[in-house]
């Protein structure tokens, strides 16, 4: 299987998506201020979408291989441990000192999302 790796990244990330959301949902409810809960929602959501947009741009790859693929998904990668895992630590300890990791992480996805459309204009037309 090409990018086994990948797979299991995504696979896990999406296993802790459920599980974060899940535990915000009956765990959390009531324990945390609104903001704080609002930002381990914040993290669940964001990781969610990047998540489902590695699996996409994995099961494109199946089919197409484009140099910037794999940087797009690292820099996804990456973002998500900063960015969703700065304010599920934010929210779960109270160090809201942790928020200045967040905006990295924004970043990072931002990075992913312009990597990804470098890829795309570098690729040659096809059909």
Avoid: C, K, N
Wanted: charged residues 10%; without cysteine; proline residues 4%.
């Amino acid at each position: 299987m090409q990018d086994r790796r990948w797979w299991l990244a995504a696979a896990l990330s999406g296993a802790l998506v459920v599980i974060a959301g899940a535990f915000a949902a009956h765990a959390l409810e009531g324990q945390l201020t609104p903001r704080l809960a609002a930002a381990f929602e914040t993290g669940v959501r964001y990781q969610a979408w990047h998540t489902l947009a590695l699996l996409a741009v994995l099961a494109w790859r199946s089919s197409v291989r484009l140099p910037g693929q794999r940087l797009a998904m690292g820099l996804w990668a990456a973002g998500i441990a900063l960015f969703s895992g700065s304010l599920y630590a934010m929210a779960l300890s109270g160090v809201t000192r942790l928020g200045v990791i967040t905006p990295i992480g924004g970043t990072l996805m931002i990075g992913g999302w312009l990597a990804l459309a470098a890829a795309i204009l570098r690729a040659p037309p096809r059909g």
